[in-house]
């Protein structure tokens, strides 16, 4: 089944913004200055943050893979309340459900963008980039675009449910 774009950005609009905060996160963490954010917008982007150029390749970086790490760890977070719902008191499906599509929806919108990638590239070939920075950089590139391809084929969306299944999973085990 083929879905635009659009309408998975829509169906998933909480993953968009998670997606844009970690960026803007990231960017105050590196002590890089935000000028604008748009977290959520019809359209394509969906959502975007724009900085100054970061102070350092490395981290230029870390501002464009930062929701692989916030957007995997809340997907995962919300995963693990959902979990006692599910076989809590009747009544509570409808509670499961929203916190299930919410930890989905955050962790799909894991993977940095094609965007992402395409800023990631744009820094490391500048003038005065360690070496150290393209070997890691141009690599992470690659699979950032492997990745958009890989959300031809829902990849995206396989990565939001196995987080929440190993949330689940973790809570029946562990806690």
Not at 128 to 145: D, E, N
Request: proline share 6%; with cysteine; charged share 10%.
């Amino acid at each position: 089944m083929i879905l635009p774009g659009f309408l998975i950005s829509i169906l998933t609009f909480p993953g968009v913004i998670v997606h844009e905060f970690a960026h803007q996160l990231f960017c105050h963490w590196t002590g890089t200055r935000v000028i604008r954010v748009c977290y959520f917008q019809l359209g394509n982007p969906c959502g975007y943050v724009v900085h100054e150029r970061p102070s350092s390749t490395w981290k230029h970086l870390w501002i464009g893979i930062g929701p692989l790490f916030v957007n995997t760890l809340v997907g995962y977070l919300i995963g693990l309340l959902a979990d006692p719902l599910r076989y809590g008191a009747p009544g509570q499906g409808p509670a499961n459900f929203v916190l299930l599509w919410l930890a989905v929806s955050i962790a799909l919108h894991s993977f940095p963008s094609s965007g992402d990638a395409r800023s990631i590239w744009t820094g490391i070939w500048r003038k005065g980039t360690p070496v150290t920075a393209k070997l890691v950089g141009a690599p992470l590139v690659a699979l950032i675009y492997l990745g958009a391809v890989g959300s031809i084929f829902w990849l995206d969306a396989a990565y939001g449910v196995g987080v929440v299944l190993a949330a689940q999973e973790a809570r029946r085990h562990f806690l």
